[in-house]
Structures are given as structure tokens and as C-alpha cells.
């Protein structure tokens, strides 16, 4: 099973919208919730993930995805 970095999908969600991380082979990437894609560093993601897992932000979760990479 391969845990790495590049085997998860995180989606940050609100009521109405939805955003994705993952890591390709350049980095991390976020899809926005209407479908645009940016690059990000992994502090970046961290900075979105962080208040969501601290209950900081009210109807605000976090459901992660694990998925083996194909070779």
C-alpha cells in the first residue's frame, strides 16, 4: 500500500462549495471549487487544512481520499 503524499486527495468543504488538493509530480495542486486549478506549496495547504481539523471555522470539514497511484 503506498502512503505517500501522492496517494491522497483532500477536499476542504463548505454548505455550497468544495475544494481539492493533491500532489503531483511538480507539487501540490488545488482545484478550485469552480474547477480552476493553482499551484500550491505545501505550506499553503497546510494554512487551509489547519483551521478546518481545529474546529476554528464553523461548517467547515475536511474528508481526505486514499487512492494507489498507477505506475
Not at 503506498?2 to 493533491?22: M, P, Q
Not at 494554512?47 to 470539514?61: E, M
Given at each position: ?32 471549487a469552480r474547477g480552476r486549478t493553482f499551484r ?32
Open positions: 500500500m503506498d502512503l505517500t503524499n501522492r496517494s491522497y486527495v483532500i477536499f476542504i468543504k463548505t454548505k455550497s462549495s468544495t475544494e481539492r488538493y493533491y500532489r503531483d509530480e511538480d507539487g501540490w495542486v488545488k482545484v478550485s500550491a506549496t505545501a505550506e499553503q495547504v497546510l494554512n487551509h487544512v489547519l483551521p478546518a481539523l481545529a474546529g476554528v471555522k464553523p461548517h467547515l470539514t475536511i474528508e481526505v481520499e486514499h487512492h494507489d497511484p498507477a505506475r
